[in-house]
């Protein structure tokens, strides 16, 4: 009638709130995405809760800020080693080979995109993980609507990055259905960030032309000026990751792959607003025809209603919030001042 005694209250509290606690591996921690969703989850979860991997070596300065792992993802064992190791919950799949590296060496991207995931998914459902794939705008091509771009439309892509994302999106799906493995993800636009650089995609311009604006008011762009694609400044991107694998799952009729976005511009109007800033700065073009064929083949804006409605997702950076933030910070690291 009095229930159970405090004591056993507080060690059933304590008992749950220990099991709710996240125990994380991120994979490609050391890049563009990694380098700061790492920090975001210690914050959030605790620093021992979050083992970053890599099949780098972090540099010296990084020892000391948190467990790290050496995890080449087309390793089962070594996958499996080290989630049993640290008795590991969710882990956040970021290895992969972006879309202008993987076009130059497809071989090698089918491996560490499509066999990577799957041996994680693999893992997971063996040590009863949650997963989070980050799929891309890449998973739309030629034939997919070029503007609005629904949530379920046609996925034809025509690069392998595009291949490896849609197979990626389908096997988590799979995983889901077949084996009840919590595999969650999101189509992300290309990603701005004044952190680490991205390894090789399209999008890449939007990242250089400020570190170029900065140094040298001039920057020479490998798309042409009328190449529209959703773009993200990366605090946002980092909270729609962490904000999907925390979203009340009886809410997800998708639950994996949602299309998120939070602008959609052309160089020639990114250029436009860096000159808000820096009067001077010029864009010249000098299209590269295979990056030019794979923007070509994406999407011009997506539409994200469907993460709004069902983990109620919404962007703070707009391009005029996104440049002032990118110049400001990237001034404070480029000239200490
Ligand atoms: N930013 C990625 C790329 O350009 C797209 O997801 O490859």
């Known amino acids: 009638m009095y229930g159970h005694p405090p004591t056993l209250r507080y060690h059933q509290a304590f008992f749950r709130d220990y099991r709710d606690l996240k125990r994380i591996l991120v994979t490609g921690a050391l890049g563009q995405i990694g380098s700061e969703i790492v920090p975001a989850l210690r ?18 300065s990084a020892a000391g800020n948190g467990p790290f792992e050496f995890v080449d993802c087309t390793n089962f064992a070594r996958i499996r080693e080290a989630v049993q190791r640290h008795d590991i919950d ?11 590296i993987a076009e130059d060496k497809p071989q090698i991207a089918w491996d560490v995109n499509m066999g ?26 030629p034939t997919t609507p070029s503007v609005d771009t629904p949530q379920d ?43 680490a650089p991205p390894g090789g995609g399209t999008t890449d311009y939007a990242v250089a032309i400020f570190y170029q604006a900065i140094r040298y008011q001039h920057y020479r762009c ?31 009729l998708h639950r994996n792959a949602f299309n998120v976005t939070a602008m959609s ?30 923007a070509d083949s994406w999407p011009d804006s ?27 910070k990237l001034r404070l690291r480029l000239e200490g001042g």
């Open 43 to 60: 914050e959030r979860y605790g620093v021992d809760n979050v083992v970053a991997s890599d099949i780098r070596m972090p540099p010296e």
């Open 90 to 100: 969710t882990i956040f799949h970021l290895a992969a080979l972006l879309s202008a």
């Open 116 to 141: 990577g995931l799957y041996r994680i998914l693999e893992v997971a459902r063996q040590s009863n993980c949650a997963i989070f794939f980050p799929s891309s705008i890449g998973a739309f091509g």
């Open 153 to 195: 439309t046609s996925q034809r892509p025509t690069t392998m990055y595009g291949v490896t994302k849609v197979a990626g999106e389908l096997l988590c799906d799979y995983y889901h259905k077949r084996f009840g493995v919590d595999a969650r993800g999101v189509r992300f636009p290309g990603i701005i960030s004044h952190v």
């Open 222 to 252: 490998f798309l042409a000026a009328e190449t529209r694609l959703d773009m993200m400044y990366m605090p946002d991107a980092v909270r729609a990751a962490i904000e999907v694998m925390e979203a009340d799952p009886a809410r997800l």
């Open 265 to 294: 511009f052309t160089p020639e109007e990114l250029a436009a607003e860096i000159r808000s800033h820096i009067p001077d700065f010029k864009i010249e073009y000098e299209v590269d025809p295979v990056r030019q064929e794979i």
């Open 302 to 328: 997506i539409d994200d209603s469907a993460a709004r409605q069902e983990w109620d997702w919404k962007p703070d950076y707009d391009l005029t919030a996104l440049t002032r933030d990118m110049l400001e």
